[in-house]
Structures are given as structure tokens and as C-alpha cells.
């Protein structure tokens, strides 16, 4: 099983290596991502499932069973983020194929479907919004994110279209309520819980959604050389003092909450980024998470008001817009008890934990009973190039998966 | 004269207005300045001028005279920063035309050549280096630089050989001494000091030299979501008070020393630059000028000794390169005094200053005896949209130009 997981990453990852300097870059809604969804229809096929894609171009392997019961499914998805790793999204997707594999070997016959599911464009780094695909199938996508931009301009809708899919169709990929059971993702960890705390996986309780803003710096252009210090209005300069400000207050709220919050100023644009010319403006995007709720409005709070306090004292004018405000997650605590029972049953012992990362089983738990399962990756490491997850782990998330869609599965009554 | 003034610099800035939202973007060696240089070269054949082009595709506009003296030549470039204005450098070269046509029109017979230069990419904002025509006709190009690279991977040398000429032989633009008696440029103050000072125009004795510094900060990725505040090593959290450093330094040089230092972080670059993805890697530019050559390396050891103490905070690698550093250049006090008296002359007062910013002349003073004259700009913006400078302006440079070529070229000997 470990030889047949690895391969399938790697043909799913385009490579014959699934570590390499420069990581993976697949972003959602591009010819890359079209091409590793290929390769799993392509495995899946092997596998004997029924394939299909909806109208937003998420990818559904069906192991079919007549009688029209609801469909127990799993999936995650295959877009990363630029010099990202093979595992993100992968070993989800690689581990429910691998757990089909499994129960069809052992002759397991299913009272009700199971599905894999591979999404589209789960990560935010190519249009600034996450899960787009999962979102168009538990009927949560905005149509007006189709304007949202990538860096070169292309907009979300354009870029849909690019692989074959028409956005203004994309609201069809939602599925009936009856078309699924309940829905499990698996996902690498992107953190040491789970090792520091000395058990095999994680079960996750809640996913932490993020708040995220777009904060804008409008300064005053000028010659660097003749533009006297005490007479500018450096956009960059304005910028530094908050950036720090954002840093040092999440590590604060630490200390005074004993809970963890995390806040990153993670994207900046400087314009016109010319070495003679003082900044004009400045873009950064912040991206605030915490499963408390509250935690994270009172970080959101202080960064308004130290961007009052930095306009007033620079002349720098600041603009905030909120593009992302959601409430965290609570996952189906029955899910959750089976997937904590089905690590019993093969002798893994479950770390009870929140995530801080959001995935597609954010959306799909708005419709369906959801769970989320994490397996350990290396130094907590994820979106960079030395990304991994050991063959073991990802057995290991096939044997629970396994598990857990077999006694999902093992009568056809609704429930 | 004012009209014809604002109808050529019209011409040359390709537009029917010389104040627009966007301002003007055309960067050195691109078509854009090659169409702009067409229409200096049609002003200067309708003024009876000889125009020719050199190796490095500075145009050369000459008043030929017999007997094989060295020309007195005036000039400057029509290459603008990215939204610049349409008189940072288009001033110098409609003056240096309008000097001509005003001689001209007074049966003027000069007994040695006179020639308006245009030169090429005087701006750094393309390449991170400046006055590359001047370099080239002084005889300071260094070949290396053709590697440079733009934002979108074009190299200087591409970029040459995209406007029609040959990187390799952009050395043979190198004029001899002797072609040559002495060069004016005339230039936009850029600044305040003339207003400030009650006078009308510049004369400038010594123009600082920036050093600039490329440093970059090397931290590690990692998702935005699940990563601690206290295990990041975030490229853009270390380099946010590092740019509140150069900031504030600056300005306590400026108290404590009473002269006039200017350091600016102008360009900064995040990577991966993701909404979700710790920033792994930040490169800012920093621009340090001053006349006083001592108080440029002092902020430039202060900047690496700053750089030293966040490294070893925060973990985060820090890296310093020196783009330039170059010492201020003093101009020729005979041309100087030569300007002032062509102002009395016209009874307008003139104001001896220094330069903040770099100009062509800067290279041609290493070579000939040299002088820089300025005009004032409107509140002393420029590299801005809102770049602006009066048709009186205007007018009094083609007056102080012309009476100083009318001097300069009033009988043949050498010297």
C-alpha cells in the first residue's frame, strides 16, 4: 500500500519526486491543477469508480451501489500554493483512493456509495478567496467573486473559463442535501499538536476561519534625493511601524488569552517600487485566525485603531477593507466519535484538537454532518517546499479512512 | 517663445496635455522614449540642426560650425520614472532647443559648434541604475551591467537591442575630450530651495551621489494558520523595523548634524506574497544621498549594524549588497560663476546650491568642465503625476541658456 500511495501522489503531483527545492506550484483554476485532476480520474478509473466532474470542475469518483442511499464521501484537493508541497490537499485525496483500494481488496461490498471528491482551488494565494470549489457544492459561492483579480489580471471568472467551465454555471454544482451522508476530510496536520502531544492523529473539533483584511497606505510620491525627510509622506514608512504593531499584538494576546491566535501580514505591494522615487502606496494583506471568535474581532479592533493612531501622526492616509469575516467552524461530533473509535480499532491513538487552518470541509459541514482528521507532517511544515508526510502517516490514513467508511457504509438505512 | 516652448515639450512627451492623472511612464530603452527622442530629432531638423545618433542611442543635435573646434553643448534626457512628470528632463532638452531657435533668431554666429544631447535612460527606475547614456559618452559604462534585469526579466542588454542598438558596442558612444568644450544642464529643481530662498535659479555646485543597498531578508514559509507567533521566522516582521530604523536614523542625522542627508527604503518585494504563506523572503532597496560623503557611509554603517541586531532577534538571515556608491561630484566653479552672470545679465537672481538628486551631468563632469542650472517646480514635487514647472520658468532657462552658449561661443579659441 505505502509503493501504490507514493505513486499516486507523484503521478497526481506531475513528478517523480514528491520533495524538490523548488515545492510544487498548482494554483487553482489553472492548466496545472486541470492536469493533476486528470491524473486522479485517471487512478480512480483504475480503480474501477464511476468519474465525473461538476459545473464548478470539482472532480467525483463514485464507488456506486444501487438503492439512491446518500453517499458517505471523503476528498480534499490538489491546487497549491506557489513553491508549495505535494502533500497539502494531496494526501487526502491520495488516502481516500487508497482506502477504496482497500475495502475492494478485502471484497468489502458498501450498503451505500462512497465518493471521493476532489475540489478546486482550495488555497487563497492565486484570487485572495479560499475553497472555491467546495463552496460551489454546499451552495455557498458569491457570484460576484468572478471579478476578483490574480496578480497578472486575470479575473476568477476568466480563469474558470480558461479550464473549461463557465461561472455564471458554477451555482449548479450545488448537490441536494440527500445526495450525501456526511462528509470526512483527511488533511496533513501543518503543525506538531499532534506529535507534542504524543499520539498517532489528530480529530479535529472546530477550524479556525479567518479574518482577513486589505489595508492600504496612500502616501505622496516624490525624487528620494531632493524630497526632505521631515516633508514626505512615505506610504512604506507608514507601513513598518504597522506591520510590527501586528506582529508584537498577536504575540501579546497570546500571553494575556493563553489561546492561540495567530496574525500574519502576509502580502505586500509597494508602488511605484522604484529606488528614486518615495513609496506613493502601499498594500498589505493580514490574515487573522483563532476559533475564538471574539479573540479575533479584538485583534481586528486594535489594528483599526493603530491605523488611526499611524494616519494621523504620518499624513499617510489608510484604508481598510474587510475581504473575508467568517465565524469559526464546529465539526459533527458524532463523526468525530467514529473517527476517534475507527483509530481504536486499528490501534492509533486520536489527539482531540482545533485547526487552524480552514479546508473544503468548512463549507461542506454547513450542509453535512463533517469531520476532519489530520495526519502528522515533518517539523509542522506545510506551504513551503519542504513539505512532507511520512508513507506510514499517509497508511495510516488510509487504515482509518478505511475504517470509517466501512461501518459508515455497512447498512443502506438513512442516519 | 512660451508657446513654442510648451508645444515642443508637447510633442516630446507624445501628448496634447503636460499635467494628467497617470502622469508619464516611459522608462529608459523602451519604445515609448525612442518615440519620444523621434520627436526631439524632427524639432532639431526643423530648427536646421545636424542630427545624429550614437552607439548607445543618445541624440546629438549640432549647429555645426567649420574649423573643428570643441561643440559647447547643453542637454538632458526624455526618459521618465514609472507616472512621472513631463519636465524631469524634458525641461533641459526644450530649453537647450529653445536657446537655439532664440540665437537663431537673432542672426547669432557662433564661432565653435553648439549641441543639444538627448540622453538615454537617465532614470534609475527600470534597471537600478542610472544615467546610462551620459555613462556611455563619458566613458564609464561598465560592460557587466548588461545583465541587469527589469521586473519582468529583460535585461539591459535585451532592452538596448530592442530599441535598435548593440549592447557590446554601447562602449563606442565614449566621445573624445576633445569633440567637446564644456556641457550645461539644465534641470528642475526638484525641491525648494530657490522659492525658499527668494531667488529664481539655480546654480548648482556639487551634486550628491547616492549609495545604494539592496538587503534582503531570508525567513522561512510556512502556513499563516498554523504556525505560532513564537516559531516564525516571518521576512516581513523582521524588515518592518528596519524600515522604521533608516526612517528615524535619517532624520536624528539630519538634527544632529544640520545638513541635508536623505535615506529612503523605495523598493520592497515580498515572497511568496500569499495571503495564507508566512513571507519567506522580503528584498527592499535603499536610497542614501547626501553632498557630505561622510554622512552617507555613517547611515550606511548604522543600516549594517541594524541589520545585524534584527538577524540575530529574530532569525531571520540578512543580506547587503552595494548597488552603488559613489562619491558626490563637485562642478566646475569658472562654468558656474559663467551661469550666474548670464542670469545678472537677464537681471535674474540666481541661488548657489547643492544637488540632491543625480543628473547627466554628474558623468559628463568627470570628463569636461561642467555646469547644472535649475529651474524652480511647482512645490518642489517631481517623479509625481502632478510634476509641474511654469512656461515663465520655462522661458527664463532658454534666456540663462542662451546667453551662456551666446558667451561660450563667441570667438573660437580653445580654452
Redesign the interface.
Given at each position: 500500500m505505502k509503493n501504490w500511495l507514493i505513486e499516486q501522489l507523484m503521478r497526481m503531483n506531475l513528478s517523480d519526486v514528491l520533495v524538490r527545492p523548488q515545492g510544487f506550484t498548482r494554483e487553482g483554476y489553472t492548466s496545472e491543477e486541470t492536469e493533476a485532476i486528470e491524473a486522479f480520474k485517471a487512478i480512480a478509473e483504475e480503480l474501477g469508480l464511476e468519474v465525473s466532474e461538476d459545473a464548478a470542475g470539482n472532480a467525483i469518483a463514485r464507488w456506486n451501489v444501487a438503492g439512491g442511499h446518500g453517499a458517505v464521501a471523503t476528498g480534499s484537493h490538489l491546487d497549491t500554493?506557489?513553491?508549495?508541497g505535494a502533500f497539502d490537499g494531496g494526501a487526502g485525496v491520495v488516502c481516500g483512493l487508497g482506502a477504496i483500494k482497500m475495502l475492494k481488496e478485502a471484497d468489502f461490498e458498501p450498503q451505500r456509495p462512497i465518493e471521493v471528491i476532489c475540489f478546486r482551488a482550495e488555497?487563497?494565494?492565486r484570487f485572495?478567496v479560499?475553497t472555491i470549489g467546495s463552496k460551489a457544492m454546499s451552495g455557498s459561492l458569491d457570484p460576484s467573486l468572478g471579478t476578483l483579480e490574480d496578480?497578472y489580471g486575470v479575473t476568477l471568472a476568466q480563469a474558470v473559463e480558461g479550464q473549461g467551465f463557465v461561472w455564471q454555471e458554477m451555482v449548479n454544482a450545488k448537490r441536494p442535501k440527500e445526495q450525501l451522508e456526511c462528509f470526512v476530510e483527511l488533511h496533513i496536520?501543518?503543525?506538531m499538536h499532534i506529535v507534542n502531544h504524543g499520539k498517532d492523529y489528530g480529530v479535529v473539533k472546530g477550524v479556525?476561519c479567518?479574518i482577513?483584511l486589505s489595508v492600504t497606505f496612500n502616501g505622496?510620491?516624490?525624487?528620494?534625493?531632493?524630497?526632505?525627510?521631515?516633508r514626505r509622506q512615505?506610504a512604506?514608512?507608514a507601513?513598518?511601524?504597522?506591520?510590527?504593531f501586528v506582529?508584537e499584538t498577536?504575540?501579546q494576546l497570546?500571553d494575556a488569552y493563553g489561546k492561540?491566535?495567530?496574525?500574519?501580514?502576509?502580502?505586500?505591494?509597494?508602488s511605484?517600487?522604484?529606488?528614486?522615487?518615495?513609496?506613493?502606496t502601499v498594500t498589505a494583506?493580514i490574515?487573522i485566525?483563532s476559533v475564538d471568535d471574539r479573540l479575533k474581532m479584538k485583534m481586528a479592533d486594535a489594528i483599526q485603531n493603530e491605523a488611526k493612531r499611524i494616519e494621523e501622526t504620518t499624513g499617510v492616509a489608510i484604508g481598510i477593507e474587510v475581504l473575508v469575516n467568517n465565524p469559526s467552524v464546529l465539526l459533527d461530533d458524532t463523526i468525530a466519535q467514529q473517527l476517534v473509535e475507527a483509530g481504536d480499532h486499528e490501534a492509533y491513538m486520536a489527539h482531540r484538537m482545533d485547526?487552524?487552518?480552514?479546508h473544503d470541509v468548512m463549507n461542506m459541514a454547513q450542509i453535512w454532518p463533517s469531520g476532519l482528521l489530520f495526519i502528522p507532517c515533518k517539523d509542522?511544515?506545510?506551504?513551503?517546499p519542504d513539505e512532507f508526510a511520512d508513507a506510514e502517516d499517509l497508511k495510516m490514513g488510509v487504515e482509518l479512512l478505511a475504517r470509517f467508511l466501512m461501518e459508515a457504509t455497512a447498512n443502506g438505512r438513512n442516519g
Open positions: 500554493v506557489p513553491n508549495g488555497e487563497s494565494s485572495g479560499s496578480q496536520e501543518q503543525g479556525a479567518p482577513r505622496k510620491a516624490g525624487h528620494t534625493g531632493t524630497t526632505p525627510m521631515d512615505d512604506l514608512a507601513a513598518a511601524p504597522f506591520i510590527s506582529q498577536a504575540l497570546n492561540s491566535l495567530v496574525a500574519t501580514v502576509s502580502t505586500l505591494t509597494a511605484p517600487n522604484s529606488m528614486n522615487v518615495i513609496p506613493q494583506g490574515d485566525r485547526s487552524g487552518a480552514g509542522g511544515l506545510s506551504h513551503h
